[in-house]
């Protein structure tokens, strides 16, 4: 099992950053591959951004590259997710995943998930 603990969320004016922790215990860090999704109310739970176990590809959705980046620090079991240039539109609850070794962008995909954190951007 891998339990998964977020924070950092929080509320933010348009055009100023975020960043989200992810703090893992239960597995080896360095096994797992990470994930980022949020939720806006009334819609579906939508892919943000992920990174593999190893190697440098990070995935990102189109509506956050080049304003958000994925970071893992294997030695302390922490994913970040640094999210600049907020937008309104980017208000949701966060939650981070892990599912073994290998980057995936769906959620159906992750096995472990976090209990999310609320990020809400103002106008």
């Known amino acids: 099992q891998v339990q998964l603990v977020e924070s950092g969320g929080g509320l933010v004016q348009a055009g100023g950053s975020l960043r989200l922790s992810c703090a893992a215990s239960g597995r080896p860090f360095s096994n797992l591959a990470m994930g980022w999704f949020r939720q806006a109310p009334g819609k579906e739970r939508e892919f943000v951004a992920a990174h593999g176990y190893s190697g440098p590809n990070t995935y990102y959705s189109d509506s956050v590259k080049g304003r958000f980046t994925l970071s893992r620090d294997n030695a302390g079991n922490t994913a970040y997710l640094q999210m600049n240039s907020l937008k309104p539109e980017d208000t949701a609850v966060y939650y981070c995943?892990?599912?073994?070794?290998?980057?995936?962008?769906?959620?159906?995909?992750?096995?472990?998930w976090g209990q999310g954190t609320q990020v809400t951007v103002s106008s």
């Open positions: 995943a892990a599912r073994l070794f290998i980057a995936a962008m769906t959620s159906d995909e992750y096995n472990y």
